[in-house]
């Protein structure tokens, strides 16, 4: 289908005997936001730790804008236009929002590990890192060391340097962990205007936050596919509800 950008098809990963990741199926439509959501244990990690080839994975297939991807490194399907963020905030601590972002941006140019160079060779990539820092609200942080910033904003700054790379699909793992509720309502607005011309992929514990974004939700347990559908098909079901949603389903949906 034209409008899938990203398909698994019968994706595994064993470890030792143990199966993480159980023959999973998953189309994610173009300009979509779709959440990956489960227990503890259901596979989630481990399957956006295949998609981005930090484990091969032991069956299945990957295609990503229809050619398929499952024997290319990390990095080759970076540069396709599929960029990760991770749970942990990894951000360098020690410089400034925008410098930052303007080593991402030095990726771009080929030289995203001479941190060494004189200022002035890097002042042409300012205009662009502030437009980034604009674009997630962080314009009156980019002088202020990442190290000084609050945790949301420090999430904030993560999804700058991920715009960085300008990517056409962006896989989100847990955007939302460890936040209040205040940082929270932050970052889901941010996610919504910066997903406008791209698509997402997250991974998320919080219902709400789900229940808020996402056109469609995916739903594993035990490493296999349990539901897919709407947030309402989703929340309704009852094996779904067994499974992961119990009680907090209850309180979300209604």
């Known amino acids: 289908m034209s409008n899938v950008i990203l398909e698994t098809r019968g994706l595994t990963k064993e470890f030792n005997g143990f199966t993480a990741v159980n023959s999973v199926d998953l189309q994610v439509h173009t300009g979509h936001i779709h959440a990956l959501i489960g227990p503890n244990g259901a596979g989630k990690t481990t399957f956006f730790n295949l998609l981005t080839k930090f484990h091969a994975p032991t069956k299945g297939q990957i295609f990503y804008q229809g050619q398929e991807i499952t024997p290319l490194k990390s990095n080759q399907i970076a540069r ?3 960029v990760r963020s ?3 905030s990894a951000v360098f601590g020690h410089m400034t929002a925008l410098e930052n972002v303007r080593v991402a941006l030095q990726r771009g ?3 995203s ?4 160079v004189p200022q002035r060779r890097l002042n042409h990539l300012n205009q662009r890192a502030l437009q980034l820092l604009c674009e997630v609200g962080l314009e009156t942080y980019a002088s202020v060391l990442a190290v000084e910033m609050p945790y949301g904003r420090k999430r904030a700054l993560e999804l700058a340097t991920t715009l960085a790379l300008e990517p056409t699909l ?3 793992d847990e955007p939302t962990q460890g936040m209040g509720s205040e940082d929270v309502d932050v970052v889901v607005e941010l996610i919504r205007r910066v ?3 791209r698509t997402v992929l997250m991974v998320e514990h919080n219902l ?3 229940s808020r974004l996402c056109d469609r939700i995916t739903v594993l347990a035990r490493g296999a596919v349990l539901a897919e559908g709407d947030y309402a098909s989703v929340s309704a079901n009852a094996l779904v509800r067994e499974a992961y949603m119990g009680k907090e389903a209850d309180e979300v949906h209604a």
């Open 170 to 172: 962006m896989l989100l």
């Open 113 to 116: 590990y001479h941190f060494w």
């Open 109 to 111: 140019e080929g030289n």
């Open 86 to 88: 991770f749970q942990i």
């Open 195 to 197: 997903s406008a011309g």
């Open 80 to 82: 396709l236009g599929l």
């Open 208 to 210: 709400s936050v789900v």
